[in-house]
């Protein structure tokens, strides 16, 4: 784990390394390790939900480069783990520029390693609502560029951020000019109810509790944007392979959208 495993307390399991362990990653410890086997004993399609947003992400990546987008500044983008989206990206175009940003100590120490041989990326250790820290980090005035467009990316990260998240969104949107694209997954309860109380007190013992949101907010999440087709779907769902989708979407628990700044 290297020496960042000091700044952290191991002993209280972080939603970032429960994502990388439920994708397979090893950036995590045993306390996200157990966490994650508690989600899979309320909710046995945990593996198929991580899985199903990472999907959504390459495609949502895949979708911007199609339009011409070629920067992307990803919040809250977590441990590294395959599907990231510099990976996503460079396979259409190694041209193509990508910061990251995430508070975890072990996910930025990981991410900085990983991304040493790779040009055109950087990793900015700071909390996506402080904006003028991410807005004014040089890595960010080095590899974005907001006279063009830019791919602002929330991908499962929204519902860890309890506060309201208009005001958040609102201080991201002004730097971006029109054409740039917002790429939002947000965990719901909307449809399994019961099931997602169960996995909002494994989460309560974690060190973000988990805040859901309905695929009804989408239109105020994306004040500013038109959202492209098909709207806000469950992720398996998103302009999706017909091997990616799921025959109960719902089992995602996520619901993804993407929209183009007017």
């Not at 939900?49 to 992400?57: C, G, I, M, Q, Y």
């Not at 099931?195 to 013992?205: K, T």
Request: proline content about 6%; overall charge negative; charged content about 25%.
């Amino acid at each position: 784990m290297g020496s960042s495993s000091h700044e952290v307390d191991v002993s209280l399991p972080n939603p970032a390394r429960i994502y990388d362990y439920g994708l397979g990653g090893d950036h995590n410890f045993a306390a996200d390790r157990e966490a994650f086997h508690q989600l899979l004993e309320v909710d046995p399609d945990s593996r198929t939900v991580v899985r199903s947003n990472r999907a959504f992400l390459r495609r949502a990546v895949r979708f911007c480069l199609d339009r011409g987008i070629t920067r992307f500044l990803d919040l809250g983008s977590g441990v590294p783990t395959v599907g990231n989206v510099h990976e996503a990206a460079h396979e259409m175009n190694p041209r193509a520029r990508v910061v990251y940003v995430d508070n975890e100590p072990v996910a930025a120490a990981q991410t900085r390693r990983l991304l040493q041989d790779q040009p055109n990326t950087a990793i900015i250790e700071a909390d996506l609502r402080d904006t003028d820290a991410v807005l004014t980090a040089p890595e960010t005035a080095e590899l974005l560029d907001f006279s063009e467009p830019v791919a602002l990316v929330m991908a499962s990260v929204l519902h860890w951020v309890g506060d309201d998240v208009a005001d958040l969104l609102d201080r991201y949107r002004r730097v971006l000019v029109p054409g740039s694209a917002l790429v939002i997954s947000h965990l719901t309860d909307e449809d399994l109810p019961e099931q997602m109380r169960r996995v909002e007190a494994i989460f309560d013992e974690t060190s973000a509790p988990v805040t859901y949101r309905p695929r009804s907010r989408a239109a105020e999440l994306f004040t500013g944007f038109d959202i492209v087709e098909p709207g806000a779907v469950y992720c398996s769902e998103w302009r999706a392979e017909p091997h990616e989708r799921l025959a109960e979407p719902e089992r995602s628990k996520i619901w993804a959208a993407v929209g183009i700044k007017s």
